[in-house]
C-alpha cells in the first residue's frame, strides 16, 4: 500500500527511499538490518555514536519508517505539531529537559522507534517525558 502511494523510489544499501512525485512524503523500505553498523551514518541529525555491538538501531527487514521530523499528527481537527518544527527544534524550545539532557534525548527519543501500534508509541514519549500520560495521539 505505501510502496503504491510513494511512487518515487531510491536504491540504497540498507534501506530504498519512497516518497511522492515532488518529494514532500518520504518513508524508508529496510532491506537490510543494521546489526553490522556500531553507530549510525555520520550525516544523521541526531546521530549518538556508542560503539553498539549489535547495531544502532533495531530496524526491522521489510518494515517501513518515517522519519519523525516530517510527521505531523491529526488529533480533534488540530495539526500537531502547532509549529513547524523538527524535532531537535522542538526539544530545543521546551522546558522538559534540562540542557544536558536535551543534548542526549535528541538521539534517543525515537531510538528503535517501531511500534506496531500507537499505544506502543504513546508509551514510549510517556517515558521519554515528551508528552502526559492523559495526552491522546
Given at each position: ?62 518494515k517501513v519508517y518515517f522519519n519523525f ?69
Amino acid at each position: 500500500m505505501i510502496e503504491g502511494n510513494l511512487p518515487h523510489k531510491e536504491t540504497r544499501i540498507y534501506f530504498n527511499l519512497l516518497s511522492t512525485v515532488d518529494r514532500k512524503v518520504r518513508a524508508y523500505s529496510q532491506k537490510r538490518d543494521v546489526k553490522d553498523r556500531p553507530n549510525p551514518p555520520q550525516e544523521a541529525r541526531y546521530r549518538d555514536p556508542r560503539n553498539r555491538k549489535d547495531g544502532y538501531a533495531n530496524y526491522k527487514v521489510g518494515k517501513v519508517y518515517f522519519n519523525f521530523d516530517e510527521v505531523c499528527l491529526m488529533s480533534k481537527g488540530d495539526i500537531l505539531p502547532k509549529e513547524c518544527k523538527s524535532l531537535s527544534e522542538l526539544l530545543d524550545d521546551s522546558d522538559i529537559l534540562s540542557d544536558a539532557e536535551k543534548t542526549r534525548q535528541k538521539s534517543l527519543i525515537f531510538y528503535n522507534c517501531a511500534h506496531e501500534s500507537e499505544v506502543g508509541l504513546k508509551d514510549q514519549l510517556i517515558e521519554k517525558q515528551v508528552m502526559a500520560r492523559d495526552n491522546k495521539l
